[in-house]
């Protein structure tokens, strides 16, 4: 399986990850912060299957670029995934008329711009030979994060969340586990802002990798841009064995 963490300016890599989107064999993302910013629109098209995580503005922020660029490329328009909550949002929250036309009910009455696919917790479903599985997490909005396996690779998208404990217990479960993309949002510093929005500092993602496999491999993502040398350098300090730092622009084999 191979995992791209897609840049926020693709064109200068080195550009920290202001928003979230992951692709998954080119053809399958997660989340759409960055999705609408990349490639070309043949690119885009391709990914027609989106996971939403939850319904924060840096997870589905390009997602109406996304669709616009898309629309009649391909025989099929992209699917979007996710809870009732983060499907609710876009309905009353992007596609209201307002922030943009409501692609939602113009797909019922044209060439569709997308389709809605609504998840349950812990039900997988099936997308380009992927099996994917939400999993509730800790955050302050309803959030799912994601168990893709290939048939012989498991990788998990933590999403945004504080401490969990379901994740990591169905993680342990795994024969096929081969990452996991954490968030390391806050320096420790700011551990109480951390609490109380439901992300993580190193010493609390220390905590929830002690709840994973022994040796798990582990790529830090989400690191607040204006923290990111004080939180990498936290990371590093931890001297976990099976960390890196998530760089974007930059292919994960796994
Ligand atoms: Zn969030
Ligand atoms: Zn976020």
Known sequence: MKVRILGSAPQSPAVRQYVSSYLINDRVAIDAGCLGFYGTAEDQAAAGHVFLTHSHIDHCASLPIFLENCYGLGPQCPVI?????????????????????????????????????????EKPVEAEQLCITPVA??????????????????????????????????????????????EASFPNSMRS????????????????????????????????????????QELYDLGISALEVGECETDYNF
């Open 81 to 121: 995934y996710g809870s009732a909550h983060a499907l609710d949002s876009l309905q009353n929250h992007l596609f209201n008329d307002v922030v943009w036309p409501d692609f939602i009910k113009l797909s019922a009455h044209m060439r569709p711009f997308l389709r809605l696919q609504r998840l349950e917790a």
């Open 137 to 182: 997490v800790n955050h302050v909005v309803p959030t799912f994060a994601y168990l893709v396996s290939d048939g012989q690779a498991t990788v998990v998208f933590g999403a945004d969340s504080g401490p969990t404990d379901r994740l990591w217990h169905l993680t342990r479960q795994l024969p096929s586990l081969r990452g996991v993309f954490l």
């Open 193 to 232: 802002l951390a609490e109380v929005s439901l992300h993580l500092t190193p010493q609390m993602f220390a905590a929830e990798v002690a709840k994973m496999p022994p040796a798990t491999r582990v790529i830090a993502v989400h690191i607040k841009t204006r923290y990111r040398e004080t939180v990498v």
